[in-house]
Every structure is written in C-alpha cells, then in structure tokens.
C-alpha cells in the first residue's frame, strides 16, 4: 500500500502561481508512473499530467500545456505540479495519484490505484 498527501494548494490571483507536492509514504513510487488530476465543483475528475516513473517522458491535458509541469523526485519519493498563469477555470481539487494499470490511456483515471485526499486550488479573476 502506498499513502499520498498532496500540499500546496491554495487562493492566488489569476495569473499567479502555485507548487503542488506529492508525498508518497508506505513503498517507494520510484517503479511506478504518477499522474495529477483534478475535480472542480459540479464537474467530473479530469486529467492534468502524467510523469512516467524514469521521468522522461511527460503528457498534458491540452488546457494546461505550456502552464503547468509535472517533476520527480524518486530519491525524495516525492512529485510536483508547477502551475503558472493561473486562470479562474483552474480552480479546483488537485489530486496526484499512482498508476497501477496500463490498460488504458494515462489519462484515464482507472488506470490509477492510489489517491491522496487532494489540496484545493482557487484562482481568483
């Protein structure tokens, strides 16, 4: 079993920034591709970027691209999501997430095991 805690969020401006972090505790991440997700109020979970587990190889949601970075740390066991330029319509739970399964695109939440809790995101305009 692996346990998330994601930290970082919080209220910014339109246009401002934000780090995400991804603590991963109980095994290690290191063998295992991760991906941040998001759910705003009303709407279904979406996906926002993945990472493979050597860190070579990264995918977007074509709404955050260009804005937003996904990183790894698998010394620290830890991930990242470096968002910039932030937009009202990025407000949201953010929540990174440890893919289990390689059935289906990396976009696709059920190819994911294991949640944090998530840390809220508001951008203000």
């Known amino acids: 079993q692996v346990q998330l805690a994601e930290s970082g969020g919080g209220l910014v401006q339109a246009g401002g920034s934000l780090r995400l972090s991804c603590a991963a505790s109980g095994r290690t991440i290191n063998n295992s591709d991760m991906g941040w997700f998001r759910q705003a109020p009303g709407k279904e979970r979406e996906f926002v970027a993945h990472?493979?587990?050597?860190?070579?190889?990264?995918y977007y949601a074509d709404s955050v691209k260009g804005r937003f970075t996904i990183s790894r740390d698998n010394a620290k066991n830890m991930v990242w999501l470096q968002m910039e330029s932030l937009k009202p319509e990025d407000t949201a739970i953010y929540y990174c997430?440890?893919?289990?399964?390689?059935?289906?695109?990396?976009?696709?939440?059920?190819?994911?095991?294991?949640w944090g809790q998530g840390t809220q995101v508001t951008v203000s305009s």
């Open positions: 990472l493979t587990w050597s860190g070579t190889s990264t």
């Open positions: 997430a440890v893919r289990t399964d390689y059935s289906n695109r990396y976009s696709h939440s059920a190819d994911y095991a294991y």
